[in-house]
């Protein structure tokens, strides 16, 4: 009996036309809540959003992210606050693409973007590190007061005393 049952689920499916999406040339639509590569941001001045806190390390449940954090200075600053990610490493291998980086992160500067293309030749290259995470600088704008180019910034951190 169970073999009849299997043959007719066999039968009823010859008959159906294939459902074969030819991949290069066309892409079947993901799903809105899709994580697929990630990507640090920066502000809109250039600085980094990542202030090294490295929150989303600790939150990763794969231990995919590794942070390691720097002090700024007033010659060289990457980000806004005190402490910027000197290194920022995912072992793509290890991540589970669950998303917490991206809920713990303080700044919302660790994005999961829609990017599903990730192949690697040999396991050092599923390692991104903070060069290949980091978006771009925007281009076409004029370095203004707002508009630093990234490790440069003109004014000084103020002190705690000289906040109060």
């Known amino acids: 009996m169970n073999l009849i049952r299997g043959f007719q689920t066999t039968f009823k499916h010859v008959l159906e036309e294939p459902v074969t999406i030819q991949y290069p040339e066309e892409m079947r639509p993901f799903k809105e809540r899709f994580k697929g590569r990630h990507e640090l941001k920066r502000y809109d001045n250039g600085l980094e959003k990542c202030i090294g806190c490295a929150l989303c390390a600790a939150a990763c449940p794969a231990d995919a992210i590794w942070v390691e954090a720097a002090e700024n200075t007033d010659e060289e600053r990457f980000s806004p606050g005190e402490r910027y990610a ?45 060069e290949m995470l980091i978006e771009a600088p925007t281009e076409g704008v004029e370095a203004t007061p707002q508009q630093v180019e990234p490790g440069k910034y003109t004014r000084s951190i103020p002190d705690m005393e000289d906040a109060k």
């Open 86 to 130: 000197k290194t920022y490493e995912i072992n793509m291998l290890r991540c589970i693409f669950c998303g917490y980086c991206e809920d713990a992160c303080p700044t919302e500067a660790i994005v999961l973007t829609r990017e599903h293309r990730l192949s690697f030749t040999d396991r050092r290259d599923a390692i991104y590190t903070k």
